[in-house]
């Protein structure tokens, strides 16, 4: 129904675009929040959360993920107020998925990239161990259940989802292929890639990407601290 699509889909998209605009503002100037909101507002890889209805919490853990790191920058101004509500709104974002548990690394890496860990420390690690300690306790049984769920949908062993040597690379390659280059997306991005196989060509090419990736974040993050 074109109402429940409107209300799971296209305006929490909206309104997480604005959310990410205000947010990238707060550490670049407008023209990069604005360019940086309209490719997540407008890029194919993202559509399954606009267009698919099941996708919608997708777009719902981005807006809440987006909120608590605002939240967290504007408490700066001694704003307990704010400082308490996002981590409230932090709780919530783990009731969705395991994967909430890259948002304390979030937060971390914003204060080293952008913030003051020297003066923001001490709140940064209060916030922080709140988080881990009771999103552990929120997502663990989730969790559980999350590898053989993957293992039904995607035909992906646990051995190889349980394998970051193996995970992590292609789903780097793949990733930064398709927003490049959006013409083999599927709902499974990476997933098909690890299923279908890859030799030690495409082995050795998935690590290099990756690397060189990696390399270039710690060129731009030691260019611009």
């Keep these: 129904p074109f109402v429940f699509r409107l209300l799971n889909n296209l305006i929490p998209h909206i309104l997480t675009v604005l959310v990410l605009f205000m947010l990238v503002k707060e550490f670049c100037n407008e023209r990069v929040a604005f360019i940086t909101a309209l490719l997540f507002s407008l890029h194919p890889l993202l ?5 698919w209805i099941s996708g919608g919490i997708y777009v719902h853990r981005a807006l809440l993920t987006f909120l608590v790191l605002l939240f967290y920058i504007r408490s700066k101004e001694d704003s307990k107020y704010l400082y308490f509500t996002g981590f409230l709104v932090g709780l919530s974002v783990f009731f969705m998925r395991d994967r909430a548990v890259l948002l304390p ?3 971390i890496f914003y204060e080293i990239a952008f913030g003051n860990v020297k003066k923001d420390y001490k709140r940064m ?4 161990g709140l988080l881990v300690s009771f999103g552990v306790l929120i997502s663990l049984p989730s969790s559980k259940t999350r590898a053989t769920s993957l293992e039904l949908d ?3 062993s646990k051995d190889v989802y349980r394998n970051p040597f193996v995970h992590v690379p292609v789903a780097v390659r793949t990733y930064l292929q398709n927003i490049a280059w959006p013409t083999k997306i599927s709902f499974f991005h990476h997933w098909e890639n690890i299923r279908g196989g890859f030799n030690v060509k495409e082995y050795v ?3 290099l990407v990756s690397l060189g990736y990696l390399a270039g974040l710690i060129w731009v993050f030691l260019k611009n601290k």
């Design 47 to 51: 559509s399954e959360s606009v267009f």
């Design 105 to 107: 690394l979030m937060l």
């Design 125 to 128: 690690l209060i916030l922080v």
């Design 154 to 156: 995607t035909f992906v």
């Design 205 to 207: 090419i998935n690590y």
